[in-house]
């Protein structure tokens, strides 16, 4: 049931992607983040999302007026020193005998990574207003907070015995790579929630962030928790009540440590 409508809804997307190309990037970060086909049973499972919204982009940046070069900043100019230091040890692996059993695996990482990339300058070429920039924050916000509300509500119901994890198949699938995602998103929410003119989108905002630090916690990962706990000691320490922050995130800490299931406590 749900194949037919994700698949027309893709279509859709495309064509817009096409004639608005911003659009089309809120649409291709919707699938990359969120992975709908994930969600579905059937044939659409097999549709590469992705490509079929990334592709009318390009064209469509390529036609509108509304972009501008990627700005020459330090950070651009280091993304672009990895993306080669990317196709450097790609050509190693390639040319080298005792790796060569890896050849198909590290071109198939090395696509993926340039097409995140390549996306990644598109999105540096459209976002050209600070509006435009915060529509992107909100589509990036709201995949995540979906995921996390989702499986924490089914996780306190559940007891907390089982992990999170990102939506299957995709580059946030792993627990890991989850939550590293979800600590990133952390920041975002909290500087949304501060500008935001909207009240419900506000309280909506604010009301997401436990959601997303337990989802963080669920995740069962390590190096999550110690990602969760710099981001909020980060945040903490940029508002206006730091010793009231600071105090939150030891009772939360205290918090989780009491209720937590005991092999989540052996694990960290």
Same mark, same amino acid.
């Given at each position: 049931?749900?194949?037919?409508?994700?698949?027309?809804?893709?279509?859709?997307?495309?064509?817009?992607?096409?004639?608005?190309?911003?659009?089309?990037?809120?649409?291709?970060?919707?699938?990359?983040?969120?992975?709908?086909?994930?969600?579905?049973?059937?044939?659409?499972?097999?549709?590469?999302?992705?490509?079929?919204?990334?592709?009318?982009? !390009?064209?469509?940046?390529?036609?509108?007026?509304?972009?501008?070069?990627?700005?020459?900043?330090?950070?651009?100019?280091?993304?672009?020193?990895?993306?080669?230091?990317?196709?450097?040890?790609?050509?190693?692996?390639?040319?080298?005998?005792?790796?060569?059993?890896?050849?198909?695996d590290? /071109?198939?990482?090395?696509?993926?990574?340039?097409?995140?990339? /390549?996306?990644?300058?598109?999105?540096?070429?459209l !976002?050209?207003?600070?509006?435009?920039?915060?529509?992107?924050?909100?589509?990036?916000?709201?995949?995540?907070?979906? !995921?996390?509300?989702?499986?924490?509500?089914?996780?306190?119901?559940?007891?907390?015995?089982?992990?999170?994890?990102?939506? @299957?198949?995709?580059?946030? @699938?792993?627990?890991?790579?989850?939550?590293?995602a979800?600590?990133?998103?952390?920041?975002?929410?909290?500087?949304?929630?501060?500008?935001?003119t909207?009240?419900?989108?506000?309280?909506?905002?604010w009301?997401?962030?436990?959601?997303?630090?337990?989802?963080?916690?669920?995740t069962?990962?390590? +190096?999550?928790?110690? +990602?969760?706990?710099?981001?909020?000691?980060?945040?903490?320490?940029?508002?206006?009540?730091?010793?009231?922050? !600071?105090?939150?995130?030891?009772?939360?800490?205290?918090?989780?440590?009491?209720?937590?299931?005991?092999?989540?406590?052996?694990?960290?």
């Open positions: 049931m749900r194949d037919l409508p994700l698949a027309t809804i893709l279509l859709v997307l495309a064509v817009i992607a096409l004639l608005r190309p911003f659009l089309g990037l809120l649409g291709w970060t919707w699938v990359t983040y969120f992975s709908p086909t994930q969600f579905t049973w059937g044939w659409s499972r097999r549709i590469p999302g992705g490509e079929v919204i990334a592709i009318p982009t !390009l064209l469509g940046s390529l036609l509108t007026q509304e972009r501008r070069m990627p700005p020459i900043t330090r950070e651009t100019v280091l993304l672009i020193i990895l993306w080669l230091w990317f196709a450097v040890t790609t050509l190693n692996v390639l040319h080298s005998p005792l790796l060569a059993h890896h050849s198909l590290t /071109l198939n990482q090395m696509l993926q990574v340039s097409k995140t990339l /390549l996306m990644t300058f598109i999105a540096l070429m !976002l050209i207003d600070a509006k435009k920039f915060r529509s992107w924050f909100l589509v990036t916000i709201a995949c995540f907070v979906v !995921l996390c509300v989702k499986d924490v509500t089914w996780l306190v119901l559940t007891g907390g015995q089982f992990q999170v994890y990102g939506p @299957g198949r995709s580059m946030i @699938g792993d627990n890991n790579d989850f939550a590293l979800v600590n990133i998103c952390l920041p975002m929410i909290y500087y949304l929630a501060q500008t935001e909207s009240r419900p989108i506000r309280w909506a905002l009301a997401s962030l436990p959601f997303a630090a337990v989802a963080v916690v669920l069962y990962s390590r +190096g999550g928790l110690l +990602g969760l706990a710099a981001a909020m000691l980060a945040i903490a320490l940029q508002s206006k009540r730091k010793i009231r922050g !600071l105090s939150l995130i030891l009772g939360l800490a205290l918090l989780a440590f009491l209720v937590a299931p005991g092999k989540w406590i052996e694990r960290m």
